[in-house]
T-cell receptor, first 109, second 112 residues
Framework: GQQLNQSPQSMFIQEGEDVSMNCTSS?????WLWYKQDPGEGPVLLIA?????ELTSNGRLTAQFGITRKDSFLNISASIPSDVGIYFC?????????FGAGTRLTVKP | DGGITQSPKYLFRKEGQNVTLSCEQN?????MYWYRQDPGQGLRLIYY???????QKGDIAEGYSVSREKKESFPLTVTSAQKNPTAFYLC???????????FGSGTRLTVV
């Protein structure tokens, strides 16, 4: 199946720093989504992107749907300790959802 | 409040035994999904169902079985044919053609 390449695999940052992670694919997607997973829980949807070039914000989170439809990035500004978790990108086409391997974020107070 | 419930949270199974993981949703969602999560890997689709009494294999269906007798319920059976069943299992639901999946809190299965 289609593979999503998500990077970086992990990040260790200081509280207050900005964070950027991205996801690329060899295939195009009609929808890109970003989820956050807390330890031992299921992922929760953060942002959904439906149009190429779309830039969407949700509080301190900003995500963009790449023009080529093969990539997306997520930025977190002014990180706080509760941002800790695993962030997953997902691409969706025709009832087929593909997930990246995740970016594990650690925030040091 | 509406939501999706997985049970149990933790499950231990002896080798050679079948075990069933429960997933119930009261969101009136048409579609339900089962994913497997292993460390360092993305979520991999096991089975999905878009309508009652119908379901489709995902990428890693071998050694698993499902049923969809009610809209609210989508249980997953991990059979003895699954060679490496220890993993975190996630159930999700959505309206058909809605991309915002709602996930349950997962079941961690360990084979002992």
């Amino acid at each position: 199946g289609q593979q999503l390449n998500q990077s970086p695999q992990s990040m260790f940052i200081q509280e207050g720093e900005d964070v950027s992670m991205n996801c690329t694919s060899s295939s195009i997607f009609n929808t890109w989504l970003w989820y956050k997973q807390d330890p031992g829980e299921g992922p929760v949807l953060l942002i959904a992107l439906y149009k190429a070039g779309e830039l969407t914000s949700n509080g301190r989170l900003t995500a963009q749907f790449g023009i080529t439809r093969k990539d997306s990035f997520l930025n977190i500004s002014a990180s706080i300790p509760s941002d800790v978790g695993i962030y997953f990108c997902a691409g969706h086409n025709n009832n087929d959802m593909r997930f990246g391997a995740g970016t594990r974020l650690t925030v040091k107070p | 409040d509406g939501g999706i419930t997985q049970s149990p949270k933790y499950l231990f199974r002896k080798e050679g035994q079948n075990v069933t993981l429960s997933c119930e949703q009261n969101l009136n969602h048409d579609a339900m999904y089962w994913y497997r999560q292993d460390p360092g890997q993305g979520l991999r689709l096991i089975y999905y169902s878009q309508i009652v009494n119908d379901f489709q294999k995902g990428d890693i269906a071998e050694g698993y079985s499902v049923s969809r007798e009610k809209k609210e319920s989508f249980p997953l059976t991990v059979t003895s044919a699954q060679k490496n069943p220890t993993a975190f299992y996630l159930c999700a639901s959505s309206m058909v053609a809605n991309y915002g999946y709602t996930f349950g809190s997962g079941t961690r299965l360990t084979v002992v």
